[in-house]
């Protein structure tokens, strides 16, 4: 293991270095790795922000953002960079199978591996780890990392403010959930002052619906919305034909899990999803339910408490059932 003094130092001098998140980067996973790019970029290193996959549109205006390469769509020249590279930072996840398509190529990398992450359980890859579940997103620790470990306050300049400001914004679903405590207001603050424009994110991010998604939110609503008040839970699924029928695009499905939860008795919702290849499970919860139990033992995935995800290679009436079946088990837990 490296520490923060070793990572300094290897710091000082222009590196080859790879920056890459989870698979469907959300706007934390974006956020962190485009604040980390804009920060090292200013002190010569040679850095590239590559992505797993492709992630939605409402992410792709933050700076740096032309400069990301997408492994699915340039694995040769993704492959390159993280051969050649020194030092690769993972950046929101802990886990190697959270990059997929990359797991391999990263692996075998020689570079130093260097994990900033808040989620639970991280598995033993790195070499050097800025980790704590208790932030309440990744980009709240890379500018703990920049403005404290490194003590390089200084360089928080607007692009990279802008873009830790959309990690912790949309991390933290707007200042909302329980892990926005104090010091991520007054990080919030000190991102604002150094020149993130916080109107103006919340627009790009919150406010870039197309209407197709709209619509899309509506059927989910009035059709797809099943709500078992016996459990205090509610399911929302979603078939292949309706994404196809919506024209629904990557990141046009997020959010729309926490619209089952919010309404007042429900403890657990469920966003179930019929992908291409897959059917993937959003779950979300209130208070001490485990939501990342059920993702973690029926369905090959894992996350935070209260928000966690999962999949399946069942057919999705399959997986809504399986889905049922557990909630007798639960039932102490979401009745209290
Ligand atoms: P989402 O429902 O937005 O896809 O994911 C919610 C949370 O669960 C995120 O923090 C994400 O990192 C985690 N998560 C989602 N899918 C998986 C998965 O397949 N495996 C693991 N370990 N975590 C996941
Ligand atoms: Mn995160």
Redesign the pocket.
């Known amino acids: 293991m490296l520490d923060i003094a070793s990572v300094a130092r290897l710091l000082e001098q222009p590196r080859k270095i790879v920056i890459t998140t989870?698979h469907k980067p959300?706007g934390d996973a974006m956020g962190s790795s485009l604040g980390l790019y804009n920060y090292l970029i200013q002190q010569g290193h040679h850095a590239k922000v590559i992505t797993p996959s492709d992630y939605a549109d409402f992410l792709n205006w933050m700076p740096g953002n032309e400069e990301v390469l997408i492994y699915t769509e340039n694995t040769q020249l993704a492959d390159t960079f993280i051969a050649e590279a020194e030092m690769i930072f993972c950046l929101d996840?802990n886990?190697l199978s959270?990059i997929n398509a990359m797991e391999a190529s990263v692996r075998a990398s020689s570079a130093a591996k260097l994990m900033i992450d808040h989620?639970l359980e991280p598995e033993d890859f790195d070499d050097f780890r800025y980790w704590d579940i208790n932030a309440c997103a990744t980009a709240q620790l890379v500018y703990m990392f920049i403005a404290d470990a490194l003590n390089n306050k200084a360089l928080i300049n607007k692009d990279v403010a802008t873009c830790l400001y959309t990690g912790i914004l949309t991390d933290s679903a707007s200042f909302k959930l329980p892990k926005t405590t104090a010091e991520v207001h007054i990080i919030a603050a000190e991102l604002i002052n150094a020149g993130a424009v916080n109107w103006r994110i919340n627009e790009l991010v919150y406010n870039s619906s197309s209407e197709n998604r709209l619509r899309f939110l509506g059927n989910c609503l009035v059709n797809k919305l099943e709500v078992l008040n016996e459990y205090n839970t509610a399911i929302v699924s979603v078939t292949k034909a309706e994404l196809e029928q919506y024209e629904v695009e990557t990141g046009d499905t997020e959010g729309i899990?926490n619209y089952a939860l919010s309404i007042s008795n429900v403890r657990l919702a469920a966003f179930i999803v019929e992908r291409t290849d897959e059917v993937k499970l959003?779950?979300r919860s209130k208070g001490e339910f485990p939501a990342n139990e059920i993702?973690k033992k029926y369905f090959?995935?894992?996350?935070?408490r209260n928000?966690?995800?999962?999949?399946s290679d069942e057919p999705l009436q399959a997986v809504i059932e399986k889905f049922k079946s557990i909630l007798p088990d639960y039932k102490k837990l979401l009745i209290q």
Request: glycine share 24%; aromatic share 4%.
């Open positions: 989870h959300d996840f886990a959270r989620h899990v959003s779950l993702c090959a995935g894992g996350g935070h928000a966690a995800g999962g999949r």
